[in-house]
């Protein structure tokens, strides 16, 4: 299910304690945040405050839900937004997805934040499925 916090783990590592594990990661300097997706490392230069990892947490590494398997991979909010919007047209869809992303400028919560992102990546999916949908139309013409 999306959002399930069992997706993330976190570890705090003290390189005092851990030397060798800190030298084969490369660690030179403290605090050093990393993480992890599909076991390739990326650098995390975000804020070092719980609010700023929630948000980043919320906002990046949870999965999202997935317009082509609804019923696996999304919340029952999100679940309701792919169904409002799944026969809408591509110009509606990206008028919407427009309006999104100006919100994301403003200030909110990183829950608030996360919703809106997720939002956009629903859109989007169901605005690249519209498409090819408008193109295989176009083709038997």
Known sequence: ???DPSQVFIADVN???HKMLCDMAGVTTYPTVRYYIDGREHPYDGGRGFEALLGFVHEELLLQCDVHDV??????KAAKYVDKWRRRE???LKKEIDRLQ???SGDMTPDLKGWVREREHILSQLMKTRTE???AG???L
């Not at 019923?71 to 029952?76: L, N, P, Q, V, Y």
């Open 15 to 17: 390189c005092g304690s």
């Open 71 to 76: 019923f696996e991979t999304c919340s029952d």
């Open 90 to 92: 591509s110009n509606v």
């Open 1 to 3: 299910m999306e959002g």
């Open 138 to 140: 176009e083709e038997e």
């Open 133 to 135: 949908i408008d193109n």
């Open 102 to 104: 100006g919100m994301e």
